[in-house]
């Protein structure tokens, strides 16, 4: 009954090569985020999709390529990886509105690039 | 400049102990929202806590309160009686508008360590 799930939860690779993270909620959200925390835990947004429609692109590498099949699925293709990639990314949903509703996270995908 | 500041990289708090963790913010968006999240050493995200900015009552779930101050823009995380899994990194975050992108914009985080 796992509300945000990601998977995998850890994915080691070698730079050059492109790899995908899957994100699928279950809670009937209709919102869904991807953020990036760097090595000195810090966190920010990458994208946002609302109803499968992209409403967030932060500054990011055109690399990362988020694709929404429908409004529980946000999934994050990387190509090229680079050594700067290695992160945890975390996957988000929420309802949209109300604005207090909390953003729920999956459990993080640790990425290392060697 | 930063719209969530934590000025606290690292706290410690004796166990049964109350802490105050700081939190401060810019927005000039007259609605928006304030959240605690606490993220253990496994890695997960948990959420805590949320205030809005037309709330009139400071928020309180269990254990754990927000002490909001509008005017100075903050909102202060106060842990009561502290535990030992309460060690955690605490991380504050803000979302801005009724209808804006609804992303969080988060802190640099704390890092609570509960000594017995």
């Known amino acids: 009954d796992t509300a945000v799930s990601q998977t995998p939860k850890y994915l080691v690779t070698q730079m050059g090569n492109d790899k995908s993270i899957k994100c699928e909620q279950n809670?009937?959200?209709?919102?869904m985020y991807w953020y990036k925390q760097d090595s000195k835990k810090f966190l920010k947004i990458m994208f946002s999709y609302n109803n499968k429609e992209l409403i967030i692109n932060e500054t990011v590498p055109n690399r990362f390529s988020p694709k929404s099949p429908d409004k529980a699925h946000l999934n994050l293709h990387i190509n090229s990886l680079e050594l700067g990639d290695s992160a945890v990314y975390f996957c988000?949903?929420?309802?949209?509105?109300?604005?207090?509703?909390?953003?729920?996270f999956g459990d993080g995908t640790r990425l290392s690039i060697l | 400049a930063q719209k969530i500041t934590q000025t606290q990289p690292g706290m410690f708090v004796q166990e049964k102990e109350a802490v105050t963790l700081d939190c401060t913010y810019d927005?000039?968006?007259?609605?928006?929202?304030l959240f605690w999240y606490k993220q253990p050493s496994s890695g997960e995200m948990i959420f805590l806590i949320y205030q809005g900015s037309y709330d009139q009552q400071n928020a309180t779930e269990g254990r754990y309160s927000l002490n909001f101050q509008k005017a100075r823009k903050s909102a202060n995380l106060v842990i009561s009686a502290s535990q030992l899994g309460d060690s955690a990194m605490y991380f504050c975050a803000m979302r801005e508008g009724q209808t804006g992108a609804n992303n969080l914009f988060f802190g640099t985080g704390t890092r609570l360590t509960v000594i017995p």
């Open positions: 988000a949903s929420s309802t949209r509105p109300p604005p207090n509703q909390p953003q729920h």
């Open positions: 809670l009937g959200h209709d919102t």
């Open positions: 927005t000039s968006d007259p609605s928006y929202g």
